[in-house]
Every structure is written in structure tokens, then in C-alpha cells.
């Protein structure tokens, strides 16, 4: 039987629910510090002075670090970020130093001690003050800084991207209607339970760091740089990750950890408290989106253009990457005739912004959607047959000239129809209403490798780096696809602890990629295995390799199922004649042809193993509170092939939970470049009463470069969510709501005509 297709039991179920799973913050070195960082309390200024004399003398501290320590900079796509700071502080919260001491306490007395003299400076506090005439660099040395990737930038622009095709002007010239929109949304914290965390010891010439990353090879890539190291002078362990959703792909606290660690001569323990999360862990950006269409009077659409301006905050990390998908995705969903995008990235004096669920889409869907529910609107058309008329068809190209083959569009809409049909939902009723929002979402086609060995007992270990963030993709996911090609159970299928002294390289729980990367690999180095698993029981059984199969974890000769022999005794025997069986699997995504010369600035070209998706909310309005409640929510997903129907169920619920909170409440606030949350206290949350029951249909569309046709399922939840609330919401009050969270407030404001409109 087939392990592919079932429901099968997470490998790390028991231990979670038991309480004996061993996160990074359960983890502890004998004899190990704590750790502490000194950070700014204003969000721009220069250090006049910086003393730490007194903070070095306070009993039971054993080291001080400072940027004299670390003078290197780094950056995943720009090496524009210290360690720390130095002369100039670009955001509340930025490190400045970091104590070591036998107690927490003691390491609290010396974080005091430390003397410092700031002039403050005026922040650049949004985008719109970055791009003002006359605005004050944030990086006055900007030109200076070196790129990992060719990227555009110029002043407060850290990256900027340009998408464009076909005749924009002439379009706009013969439109019969142009309608054009501005939206905006907030910062969003990935407000996972486990906070960052890193164990260091130092030890023969090399940093030994336990943390909970997302990103093995990225932590040790970036921890090495900010220590001026060659990268395998550091090797990254991660025990089990309690969340991440995005914001643990870079490295933070690993290099001070090491920094102290050697410094001191003793492991070391660093913990963010939450108040920290919310100033130094890298949210989503914030939006400012503008967008103009051009269409005919029975709703073909000629052209689009929009600009975007995406808040970098004070620092890189992977962001630079991320200014090219709104002018890839932002028109991902419809045919139009012509094209023009620009997005930019801009640096502003706040907390580095940074990789959440869904990154930058939940604010493009959002936009495009809602655009597209405003274009129908203007047109006089309904909304649903808008939508139908213009999403994309088999052959049809993709923003940069793709042609885009298997769509999946039409085939979501008729089941969205089949269980919630749209004239049954979209009937008027006083303040009730209905929004749909279509979603094509790319797959991370970034690298991977693995390893599989056959034990002498029959079991099969996975050696790899890519990382169980919570959605099973490891130990449900890629465990069944290694169990159903080695034709063992999926509970002898042991995952091992991610190592990157052991692991290959692999790009990370990120962009939907952990099955599709990881689970192509596995496949390679299921291949690899079974040529020697069947090479070694040719000689037991006295048959041609070529005449076996694995079934039950035997080897049989193909329609002989008495002549077998257990998987155990081949590798025994292949032990002692061949050697180990062991078989590695590498996999990167095939590039795709595309118009060249039609995008510039964005690492990503095209839309690798897209998945086509559809959702619908129904929503009632209480016109006396604002209050919004979510009568019903569905949401059709393709997942190209579900190698595991509950766990995709439970992704999609999650993911859709996410995107309520996104689209109603939650919402990083600064003022001035200072943040005004400082933990959950103040920054709501969604919880169990907010969440909608969600009913889910799991379509597959199989791509062609998948594990088994799979592509990434985990992500693409939460993208248009916002999007479908706010159609539902603008429907019921019949205003258009513009900008992100939907609070009452904002919905009664929009009621009685202050607007939610965003302009």
C-alpha cells in the first residue's frame, strides 16, 4: 500500500504533545552564560560616547562585546548591516553591545552599567519622508556597501525593479474607463511561540551554535561573515523549531552568541525577550501600493500599472530580493494586454523589516483584488464573472512572457461554485456581504540535497538540512514520499537532526519549497539506494535486478512474492560485501524561458511550479460597533498532488487564520520610528473565537518538475485572505476598504463616510 495520499501521523507528534520535544530554548551547555544585548532606545542618533568599563567589573560577568569586536557587515543581498552599531544608530532596537554572566541578573547589572551619550537625530520614519525631496540618507555611505546579487539602488532606495510589456500608452489611450486605487497595509509580526534563541560554545577553532533557524546554511553563511570567519569554521545544529513563518531565515543572535562564547570561554545563552521580537525580529514590510487599469466597456482589461513602495526598515537581510516580486506577481492573476510595474524598496530609521508567510503577496493580493472588485464595480459588472472572464487560460502568458500551461483558475472556480454558489451568496442583504479573491502563487525553486541510509535493522535515515518548521512537510511529507519509494513504513523512516557539518546544503523552510526542494531530492536518493539494495539482493534471491521490487520492506521478485528477502538482510550482507548502502539526492528547479529584457532588478523571473487557488468569505457588519464576523469562509487550493490530505487541511486553516488576523486586527504601530508594541498585551492577536470554521477543497494540478507532481501548499494560505475579507467587507458596507486592519474603527469610519479608502 502506498504511503503517498494517506493521513499519515507526524514523526514528531509524541513529543510535542508529550512535552518532551526538545526546542532550542530547552537547549543548555554545561557550565553555559547568559547573554544579554544592549540596544538603542531611539530610532536614529550618533554615539558620541560609549563606555563599558564599569559593566566589565560587575561580579560574575566574564565578557563585553562591542562593534570593535565585530567590525564586519553583512547582509543577504547588500552588505549593509553591522553587528553593531557603530557611530550611527538607524533604528530602535539596533544591538550597541552584549554581556555575558554567570546569572541572568548579573548580566541585567551589566547591560546598566554600560555608559552612552547619543545625539539624536530626526528619523526618516516612513517612505513617503524617504522619497521626499531633500531626505536625509539613512545610509549616507550607501555606494560603498558591496552586493551578493546585482541589485538597482540609489540613495534610501535599497533595491528597485521595473516589469514592462507590451504598449502602456497607447492602452491607456483608448480605454473606455481607467480606474486607479491606492491600498496600504501594516506590519505584521510572525508572533511564533518559541522566541529567537542560540547556545554557543567555542571550541578547537570553531563556533558550535544550537539555535532554532529556519535557514541552516544561511545562519552559518551570515554568523561567519559578521565574525570575519570562513564559513565551515561554523557549524549550525538546530533542535526543533518552534515556529517561524518567515522570521527566522536570517542570522541575529547566533554571531553575538558565538562572539561572547569565545570571548568568554564559555558557551553562552541568548534568548530575545518579546519585547525584543517586536523591535529586532524582522515583520513583514509595510505597503503603499498604488495601482491603474485600463479597461473596455465590457471588461476586458487593456493595460495595468502600479507602483509599489515596500519599508525596508534600516537594514537589507534578504529584503533587496524580495523588491522584485511585486513587479513579477503583482499582475500574476488576469490577462491584460500591456503591462508596467515598478516597485522599490526603501530604507527608513525602524526596525529591519523582513520574510513572513506569503512574503510581500498578502499585500500585492490584496491590492490586485481588491482593484479587480473595484474595476467590476465601476464596470457595472459582477464581480465573479470579472474574474472568470479574465484569469488566466491554458497557453496564455505570464506577466515576463511565460507561457503558463495546466492552469487551474476555471477548475477553482467551479468547485468554489459547487459549494458556495455565488448568486445564492452575493444576494443583497443589510450589511451581509461576499468576496472571492483568486490567488496564483510560485513555488521556491532555491537548492537542495539529501541523504538516505539504509540501517542494518531495515529502517532508512534522512541526513538532511532542511528544516520541520510545524507543517509536517518534513515529518509527514517527505517521510511518506522516502517510505513509498523504498517500500517501507513511514514509521521507519527516521529524520535525523539537522547538521550542516553532516547535511547538504539546502535553501531553507521558505516559499512553499521544503516538500517540492526536499522532497525531490529524496527521490533522488531513494533511486540511488534501490539500484544498490537491488544490485545486493540479485546475488540473495538469484534473479536479475532488473526482476525486483520493494514491497512491505522486502525485496520480491515481481510476481514471486514467496521469493523475498527482508530490506534488514540486504544491508547486512551489502555491509559486509559492498560496503554501507548509502544514496544522496540533489534538486533545483529548471529555469524558465521568459521575455528577457521585460523585468529588471528581481532575482525571480517567472513562476516556478504555480498553484492556483480561489477563496470566498461571507461576512455581516455590525453598523453600530464596526465589528466584523466571518460567517463563512471556503478556499479552493490546488497543491499539484497531496501527499498528505490532513496535513494540507490543517496548513490551510492555519495559513487562513494568519490572514484574519492580517486583514482585522493586527498591526506593528510605530510612531516616529518607535514602536508602540511591546508585546501581545497590546498587539492583537486573532484567537480561537476570531477564527472561522474553514472549509477546505484540495484540488491538484500536477506540476511537471514536482515530488510526484506536489508544489508548495503551506504558503499560499494566508495570501489572499485579506483580500476576500476586504471584498466581503467593502460588499456589506458598500464602501471600498482600501487599507489593512479592518478594525471597527475603520470600518465605522468608512460607513459614515471618513473613508478606509487609502486615497
Not at 539529501?450 to 509536517?472: W, Y
Amino acid at each position: 500500500m502506498s504511503a503517498v495520499g494517506e493521513n499519515v501521523r507526524r514523526s514528531d507528534g509524541e513529543g510535542k504533545v508529550r512535552g518532551t520535544a526538545v526546542y532550542g530554548i530547552d537547549h543548555e551547555e554545561p557550565h553555559y552564560l547568559h547573554a544579554k544585548v544592549f540596544r538603542s532606545w531611539l530610532p536614529a542618533g550618533r554615539i558620541v560616547r560609549l563606555d563599558t568599563t564599569k559593566a566589565e567589573q560587575i561580579p560574575g560577568v566574564y565578557a563585553v562585546v562591542t562593534a570593535k569586536d565585530a567590525p564586519h557587515l553583512h547582509g543577504f543581498a547588500c552588505h549593509d548591516q553591522p553587528l553593531f552599531a557603530t557611530d550611527v544608530i538607524r533604528y530602535e532596537g539596533e544591538p550597541i553591545a552584549a554581556v555575558a554572566a554567570e546569572t541572568w541578573n548579573q548580566a541585567r547589572a551589566a547591560l546598566k552599567a554600560i555608559e552612552i551619550e547619543i545625539e539624536p537625530i530626526e528619523p526618516v520614519s516612513t517612505v513617503e519622508d524617504s522619497l521626499a525631496e531633500g531626505a536625509r540618507l539613512v545610509h549616507e555611505n550607501w555606494e560603498a556597501y558591496t552586493e551578493a546579487f546585482p541589485l538597482v539602488r540609489s540613495g534610501n532606495v535599497a533595491a528597485e525593479a521595473t516589469m514592462e510589456r507590451g504598449d502602456v500608452e497607447a492602452a491607456f489611450a483608448k480605454a473606455d474607463l481607467v480606474v486607479e486605487d491606492v491600498f496600504r497595509t501594516p506590519r505584521q509580526h510572525q508572533s511564533y511561540i518559541e522566541p529567537r534563541v542560540a547556545v554557543a560554545r567555542y571550541e578547537e577553532g570553531r563556533y558550535v551554535v544550537h539555535t532554532s533557524t529556519q535557514w541552516p546554511f544561511n545562519t552559518r553563511e551570515g554568523t561567519a561573515a559578521y565574525l570575519g570567519v570562513r564559513p565551515s569554521a561554523v557549524r549550525v545544529i538546530v533542535p526543533t523549531v518552534g515556529g517561524g513563518f518567515g522570521g527566522k531565515l536570517v542570522a541575529g543572535l547566533e554571531p553575538i552568541a558565538c562572539l561572547l562564547a569565545r570571548k568568554s570561554g564559555r558557551p553562552v545563552k541568548l534568548v530575545n525577550t518579546r519585547r525584543e521580537e517586536f523591535l529586532a525580529g524582522n515583520p513583514r514590510d509595510n505597503c503603499s501600493i498604488r495601482v491603474r487599469t485600463a479597461l473596455t466597456k465590457d471588461g476586458e482589461i487593456l493595460a495595468q500599472e502600479s507602483d509599489t513602495l515596500i519599508d525596508n526598515g534600516a537594514y537589507g537581510g534578504e529584503m533587496p530580493l524580495v523588491a522584485g516580486i511585486p513587479a513579477l506577481l503583482l499582475p500574476t492573476n488576469y490577462r491584460m494586454g500591456a503591462m508596467r510595474m515598478r516597485s522599490r524598496l526603501l530604507y527608513t530609521n525602524t526596525p529591519p523589516t523582513g520574510a513572513f508567510r506569503g512574503v510581500t503577496g498578502t499585500s500585492l493580493n490584496f491590492a490586485l483584488e481588491r482593484h479587480v472588485d473595484n474595476c467590476a464595480n465601476a464596470l457595472g459588472m459582477d464581480r465573479r464573472e470579472f474574474r472568470l472572464r479574465n484569469c488566466y487560460r491554458d497557453g496564455d502568458l505570464g506577466p515576463t512572457g511565460q507561457v503558463l500551461e495546466e492552469t487551474g483558475f476555471v477548475q477553482a472556480l467551479e468547485e468554489l461554485e459547487r459549494v458556495a454558489p455565488w448568486a445564492e451568496a452575493s444576494a443583497k442583504r443589510p450589511y451581509r456581504g461576499v468576496g472571492m479573491a483568486l490567488l496564483l502563487w510560485p513555488t521556491n525553486p532555491m537548492p537542495g540535497g539529501m541523504t538516505l541510509k539504509l540501517n542494518e535493522d531495515g529502517t532508512v535515515g534522512i541526513v538532511s538540512a532542511a528544516i520541520e518548521i510545524g507543517t509536517g512537510a518534513m515529518t509527514q511529507g517527505v517521510t511518506q514520499i522516502v517510505a513509498d519509494e523504498l517500500g517501507v513504513r513511514p514509521e521507519d523512516v527516521v529524520l535525523l537532526k539537522p547538521d550542516t557539518d553532516v547535511a547538504a546544503y539546502d535553501a531553507g523552510a521558505q516559499g512553499g519549497r521544503t516538500l517540492f526542494g526536499a522532497g525531490n531530492a529524496a527521490r533522488v536518493a531513494a533511486e540511488d539506494v534501490r539500484t544498490q539494495v537491488f544490485a545486493t539482493a540479485a546475488g540473495l534471491l538469484e534473479a536479475d535486478a532488473g526482476d525486483l521490487e520493494l514491497v512491505d520492506g522486502h525485496v520480491q521478485v515481481k510476481g514471486a512474492p514467496d521469493r523475498r528477502v527482508p530490506l534488514a538482510t540486504v544491508a547486512v550482507t551489502a555491509l559486509w560485501t559492498a560496503g554501507p548502502i548509502q544514496g544522496t539526492g540533489k534538486f533545483i528547479a529548471p529555469p524558465i524561458p521568459y521575455e528577457q529584457g521585460c523585468i529588471v532588478g528581481s532575482v525571480f523571473t517567472a513562476i516556478n511550479a504555480g498553484s492556483w487557488n480561489a477563496h470566498l468569505c461571507e461576512v455581516e457588519v455590525d453598523p453600530d460597533t464596526g465589528k466584523v464576523t466571518i460567517l463563512r469562509y471556503v478556499v479552493v487550493q490546488d497543491v499539484g498532488k497531496a501527499i498528505n490530505p490532513k496535513a494540507i487541511e490543517s496548513q490551510i486553516q492555519g495559513g487562513v487564520v494568519q490572514g484574519v488576523g492580517y486583514a482585522l486586527f493586527e498591526e506593528l504601530r510605530l510612531q516616529d520610528g518607535v514602536c508602540q508594541d511591546t508585546g501581545f498585551t497590546s498587539y492583537r492577536l486573532p484567537t480561537a473565537l476570531d477564527a472561522p470554521a474553514v472549509e477546505s477543497i484540495v484540488i491538484e494540478v500536477p506540476s511537471p518538475v514536482g515530488p510526484l507532481g506536489a508544489k508548495g501548499a503551506a504558503e499560499a494560505p494566508i495570501v489572499p485572505v485579506a483580500a476576500a475579507i476586504a471584498n466581503a467587507v467593502s460588499d456589506a458596507i458598500g464602501k471600498p476598504m482600501n487599507e489593512i486592519p479592518m478594525t471597527p474603527f475603520a470600518v465605522l469610519a468608512a460607513i459614515h463616510g471618513d473613508g478606509n479608502g487609502a486615497g
